[in-house]
């Protein structure tokens, strides 16, 4: 995957609804489904051959964001 390099640190407040995001722990693209504003928690979709159920998870699991050109699901 192409990483956007146009934010050297990127906010919670800059993820938008279906953005494709990098996590951090194993570098799997997921796809942001829902923000929840109070908590800084992000609703991710992860890809179809995943074993992983869409889930919550916390902003700081976040890597970056993927280049928007790359399709998340084929």
Partial sequence: LLLSSSSPMLTY???SINDILIL???ETAV????KDEEKSLLYVSYP???TKED???EF????????RSV????
């Fill in 71 to 74: 399709p998340f699901h084929e």
């Fill in 60 to 67: 700081d699991r976040v890597l970056k964001r993927a280049d």
């Fill in 48 to 50: 179809p051959n995943s």
């Fill in 31 to 34: 796809r942001c489904l829902d």
């Fill in 24 to 26: 951090r722990d194993d």
């Fill in 13 to 15: 407040e800059e993820i």
């Fill in 55 to 57: 889930q919550w998870i």
